[in-house]
Structure formats: C-alpha cells, structure tokens
C-alpha cells in the first residue's frame, strides 16, 4: 500500500502517508514513509482541556507538540518544540479558497492554499512550494500523502499538516 508513481509535480524530499479523518483526542496513529514504514506517530493527548497533539519518533520521544489556542478572536494552532513556539497555523482572512497563514517564530513565515478539506493543497514560503499534500497519490480510500521538499523541517510540516486538519474538522 505505497505511493503511486511519482507524478512529477511534487517536491523532491521526504514523502510521507497520512490518514484523512483526524483521530480524535486520545487517539493514536502512524504516519508512514514511503516505504511503508512507521515514521511518526500522532498522540492524541486525552484528558486536556485543549485539544492537544503530539508528534513523536518512533522510540517515543516527543518532537512537537500541536496545542489550539481559543482565546482569541479566530481559532489558531500553535506548534511547539522543547517548550518553545515554532509556528502558529491560524486560517486566513481573506481568500474564496481554503488558505491558512503558518506564522514562523524566527523564520519566514509560510502559506497553505488550495483544497483543504479534500487534502488537495500546497504549502508555501515566498512563494516555493514546501509541501505538497493530495490523496491522488494513494489507492487507498481515506489516506493522503504529504511529499516534504528536500532540506525542510518534515516534522514541522507534518505538524502544520495535522494542525490545519484539526482546524477544518471542527469547522
């Protein structure tokens, strides 16, 4: 249950396999490398008052932590590492087409366009294409592939990736 060939419009890098329902709190699951093996695994942290997500390696080490902010005027996303933000996904307010704004803490910020809700979208910085995400690539009913550009933070854009789900699933 691999990916398809590749299409030739995705980044070169790192290519990963995702499910397209997000688990909910207290739930667990892997996201796979293109070779089919468990790259990282999404926990749900139960008994929070956020809903809270955590990306670990595979030998359980916490790598970022995915927590929602409400106390302000839209929803946002924020995604930390070691106890430090690294980013802030929060939905765009502008736009006819699902856009999210990725707010990078001492870094450039980046983008998401295009289809979310059908994970048919790409992920941005000043204009190059960091991520590419599409169910096109699968056979397999509610999976989705994220393929990370050569040299990027896979599990940060794994994380953006897991926080734009959960800002769509609950709209």
């Known amino acids: 249950m691999g990916f398809l060939r ?17 688990l909910s709190i207290g739930d667990d699951y892997w996201i796979e490398n293109d070779q089919g093996e468990r790259a990282y695994k999404v926990n749900g942290k139960a008994l929070r008052i956020r809903e809270t997500f955590v990306i670990e390696g595979v030998s359980g080490q916490e790598l970022i932590r995915i927590q929602e902010r409400k106390l302000s005027i839209r929803d946002k996303v924020a995604i930390e590492r070691g106890g430090d ?11 006819i087409r699902d856009r999210f704004a990725i707010d990078v803490e001492n870094g450039t910020d980046m983008k998401a366009k295009g289809n979310v809700l059908d994970h048919e979208y790409e992920i941005e910085r000043d204009g190059d294409t960091v991520a590419t995400i599409s169910k096109k690539w699968f056979r397999v009913r509610d999976t989705y592939g994220v393929a990370v550009a050569a040299g990027e933070d896979a599990p940060l854009i794994l994380a953006i990736t897991v926080a734009i789900d959960s800002l769509t699933t609950r709209d």
């Open 6 to 22: 590749n299409r030739g419009d995705e980044p070169d890098g790192e290519r990963f396999q995702m499910r397209e329902k997000l």
């Open 85 to 95: 933000k690294v980013a802030t996904v929060h939905k765009a307010l502008v736009g």
